[in-house]
C-alpha cells in the first residue's frame, strides 16, 4: 500500500512565526487531504489538495503529485494552531480509504 | 449543513463484550467511511460503505464489521472485545471526489 511520510514529527515555535510541514508519499494518489486534530480528537479539514496550490487565511498548501509530495504553510502562528497536523492520501477517488501519516505535532509558545 | 454525528461519544466496556458504534453523515453524503485511532498505530482505515455496500476494507479481524442503512446512516460493530480495541473511532462522511469529513468520534475504554 501507498506510504506515507510526515516531516518533522515535533515542532515548537513561538507565536508569529512561520512554518511549514511536508508530506511524502510513495505512489500517484488522487486524493490528499490536511487535517488539524483539536484537542478533543475530531479531525478539522484544512485542505483537499490532491495537486495545485490553495489559500484559506492564513494557511496554504501546495501538492506537486508529479513528485510525490505536498506541502502545508502556516503564517504568523497563533496558539490556537498548536495541535497534531496529519497529512491522508487515497488513490481510489474522493471517498477510498485514506491512508495517514502519523502527523507533525504542532506547539505555539506565547 | 450540520456536520458528522456519532453517538455515544464515549464508552466504556469489558473484554468479551460487545459493542455498537453509529453515526450519521453530511446530508447527501452517501458514503461512510470508519477509523480507528490508537496511540501505537495511529490512523487506521477499518472500512468504507456506498449505498448500503461495503466497497473498501482495511486490514482489520472479522470482529470488525459494519452496516449502512438506506439514509446512509451507518454503524460499526466490534464483537468479543479486546484490550487493545481501545481506541478514538472516527467515522467520514464524503459526497463525491471532494474528500472526506470527519465527526467528533466515540472513544472506547475496553477494561
Known amino acids: 500500500g501507498i506510504q506515507v511520510e510526515q516531516s518533522p514529527p515535533d515542532l515548537i515555535l513561538q507565536e508569529g512565526a512561520n512554518s511549514t510541514l511536508r508530506c511524502n508519499f510513495s505512489?500517484?494518489?488522487?486524493?490528499l487531504q490536511w487535517f488539524h486534530q483539536n484537542p478533543w480528537g475530531q479531525l478539522i479539514n484544512l485542505f483537499y489538495?490532491?495537486?495545485g496550490t490553495k489559500q484559506n487565511g492564513r494557511l496554504s498548501a501546495t501538492t506537486v503529485a508529479t513528485e510525490r509530495y505536498s506541502l502545508l504553510y502556516i503564517s504568523s502562528s497563533q496558539t490556537t494552531d498548536s495541535g497534531v497536523y496529519f497529512c491522508?492520501?487515497?488513490?481510489?477517488?474522493?471517498?477510498?480509504?485514506?491512508?495517514f501519516g502519523k502527523g507533525t505535532h504542532l506547539i505555539i509558545q506565547p | 449543513k450540520a456536520g458528522v454525528t456519532q453517538t455515544p461519544r464515549y464508552l466504556i466496556k469489558t473484554r468479551g463484550q460487545q459493542v455498537t458504534l453509529s453515526c450519521s453523515p453530511i446530508?447527501?453524503?452517501?458514503?461512510v467511511s470508519w477509523y480507528q485511532q490508537t496511540p501505537g498505530q495511529g490512523l487506521q482505515f477499518l472500512f468504507e460503505?456506498?449505498?448500503?455496500?461495503?466497497?473498501n476494507k482495511g486490514n482489520f479481524p472479522g470482529r470488525f464489521s459494519g452496516r449502512q442503512f438506506s439514509n446512509s446512516r451507518s454503524e460499526m460493530n466490534v464483537s468479543t472485545l479486546e484490550l487493545g480495541d481501545s481506541a478514538l473511532y472516527l467515522c467520514?462522511?464524503?459526497?463525491?471526489?471532494?474528500?472526506?469529513?470527519f465527526g467528533p468520534g466515540t472513544r472506547l475504554t475496553v477494561l
Open positions: 489538495i490532491p495537486s
Open positions: 460503505y456506498f449505498s448500503e455496500t461495503q466497497r
Open positions: 446530508s447527501g453524503h452517501r458514503s
Open positions: 505512489d500517484s494518489v488522487n486524493n
Open positions: 491522508a492520501v487515497g488513490s481510489g477517488g474522493g471517498a477510498d480509504g485514506l491512508t
Open positions: 467520514a462522511s464524503s459526497p463525491a471526489s471532494r474528500g472526506q469529513f
